[in-house]
């Protein structure tokens, strides 16, 4: 038998429930004032972490290419002494080529020649040893643009800069750590400009500063 009292607890329940649907927006929580501003936030954030984004992917960029061609040019030093024969660095505005000494073989005559393209018999390297193009979106410049500079290095490791070094620096608007090589007759070093070429800087030994 059904207990009375239960039973009209449960009759005014049900004609007191009101559908989900009908309930207003604060029974959820959040107003729709709110909503817009929690939206306008996350679009704030995003934006600014879409600019931070792009800023750090430009520096990696920069960074990546100055230090590609240092470990490069470490690496060609380091194979001359060790191979015992010249090595020769081309480099310009878009590209550095870097070739050896193999003509008159196997010891070479220190001196760049068209015969150096050509392969002797036992030489099994490529030729040229390294070539690989500048991104032209990270532009380089060059302390001296006279002439495509071509950087030797003898079969003691000594780069054929007697009474000067020699730079290499980024040319873009980018803040990096990194963006600058200087060579020596005996050192290789990386560091950073103090002013940026793009903002009138001088890809000298004053505005490159060795870290």
Not at 36 to 47: A, M, N, T
Not at 62 to 78: C, F, G, P, R
Not at 118 to 134: A, E, S
Request: glycine letters at 6%.
């Amino acid at each position: 038998m059904l207990n009375r009292r239960h039973l009209t607890k449960n009759i005014k329940r049900i004609l007191h429930w009101k559908p989900f649907s009908l309930l207003p927006l604060r029974a959820y929580g959040l107003t729709l004032i709110e909503l817009i501003v929690v939206i306008s936030i996350i679009s704030i954030l995003l934006v600014a972490l879409g600019f931070e984004f792009a800023g750090w992917r430009g520096k990696y960029k920069v960074e990546s290419q100055i230090k590609e061609i240092y470990m490069d040019l470490m690496n060609t030093k380091a194979r001359a002494l060790q191979r015992n024969r010249v090595h020769f660095i081309n480099l310009d505005e878009s590209q550095y080529i870097i070739k050896e000494d193999i003509h008159p073989w196997p010891d070479g005559d220190g001196v760049q020649t068209p015969n150096d393209d050509v392969r002797p018999t036992g030489y099994t390297d490529p030729i040229p040893f390294v070539q690989k193009n500048l991104n032209p979106n990270e532009p380089i410049i060059l302390s001296d643009e006279s002439e495509p500079p071509q950087v030797l290095f003898d079969k003691k490791g000594i780069a054929n800069l007697d009474n000067s070094n020699y730079y290499i620096c980024s040319n873009t608007n980018v803040e990096a750590d990194y963006n600058c090589i200087e060579i020596s007759a005996t050192r290789i070093k990386i560091g950073k400009l103090t002013t940026k070429i793009t903002d009138g800087g001088a890809c000298n030994e004053t505005n490159c500063i060795i870290k």
